[in-house]
């Protein structure tokens, strides 16, 4: 039996073909973790979609910004939806699209194994969070997610503030600022405030600013923790913490890490060569 990290996929579904391939894949015994954004820009978000829910309990997801964006989306009226660009179209018109929402709403924005002790979010963890911590606010919001009030929590998904998350935060607020850190999080201030404008590798950010997993005064981390998001990090592993996300759909690679194993081990595949990198970066 192995276990696998994926890294974002973005609609990738070739590269995601070739990977499972590469690792050897066997939905009988075997476990695939993504770590986000499933969904947006790669040309074939409907098929990554159907493809994951298919593989039942043997695939574990995390929301990623662009997957909550895309149910977002799903909650404007007909016309709204036609505006957006044909990889999300092609799932929101799609015959099959209740069923594929209903299932990416139900994800998970935090994944536990105690067992190989990692821990898998789409961008990261706040300053003062413990894992006891993050798994309450993530249990939070994804409640709100699957429940009755999930249209208005997806309709007010979206803003910066609060850029800090605080205990003390209630409501809207609260679950903004939780979304904020474990979906959009790259740099922050060091007292943990979030910085939604740099998006570059590590050196290239203004002064004052620190990558999310280095900075000071951060608790100690009882758990490895896998994460995407951050394709300028690229394929990194240090401080107990591993990214994922290589830019497949910018023309990069698309990565996978073995968790069970006593080493980590890493296994990618080139992006399609017809996949084109976005000199701006990406959110």
């Not at 073909?17 to 978000?45: H, K, M, T, Y």
């Not at 092609?90 to 194994?113: E, G, I, N």
């Not at 003390?168 to 850190?181: F, M, P, S």
Request: glycine share 10%; net charge positive.
């Amino acid at each position: 039996m192995a276990t696998w990290a994926i890294g974002d996929l973005q609609g990738c579904y070739p590269e995601l073909q070739r990977l499972i391939e590469r690792v050897r894949f066997d939905p009988a015994r075997d476990r695939l973790w993504f770590c986000g954004d499933l969904v947006n820009r790669g040309g074939q978000s409907l098929e990554v979609l159907r493809l994951l829910r298919d593989f039942g309990d043997r695939a574990v997801v995390t929301l990623g910004n662009h997957d909550l964006s895309l149910l977002a989306v799903a909650q404007r009226d007909e016309a709204a939806q036609a505006r957006v660009n044909p990889d999300l179209r092609s799932v929101l018109f799609a015959p099959d699209r209740d069923a594929l929402l209903d299932w990416l709403r139900t994800r998970r924005l935090l994944h536990h194994d105690a067992v190989l002790n990692y821990t898998m979010v789409h961008a990261g963890f706040a300053q003062r969070w413990n894992l006891k911590q993050a798994q309450r606010v993530a249990s939070e919001i994804e409640r709100e997610l699957r429940g009755p009030r999930h249209a208005r929590l997806l309709q007010h998904l979206f803003g910066n503030r609060p850029a800090l998350w605080h205990p003390g935060l209630k409501g809207t607020e609260r679950l903004r600022a939780g979304i904020n850190v474990l979906t959009r999080m790259r740099y922050c201030d060091a007292r943990g405030r979030l910085d939604f404008d740099a998006k570059g590798s590590p050196g290239s950010q203004p002064t004052g600013l620190y990558p999310w997993f280095e900075v000071p005064g951060m608790l100690r981390r009882e758990t490895r923790i896998v994460f995407g998001h951050w394709s300028a990090l690229g394929c990194f592993a240090g401080l107990g913490v591993y990214g994922l996300d290589t830019g497949c759909v910018w023309g990069g690679r698309l990565t996978a890490m073995r968790l069970d194993s006593s080493e980590p081990e890493f296994v990618s595949v080139a992006a399609e060569p017809t996949r084109k990198r976005d000199p701006r970066g990406e959110e």
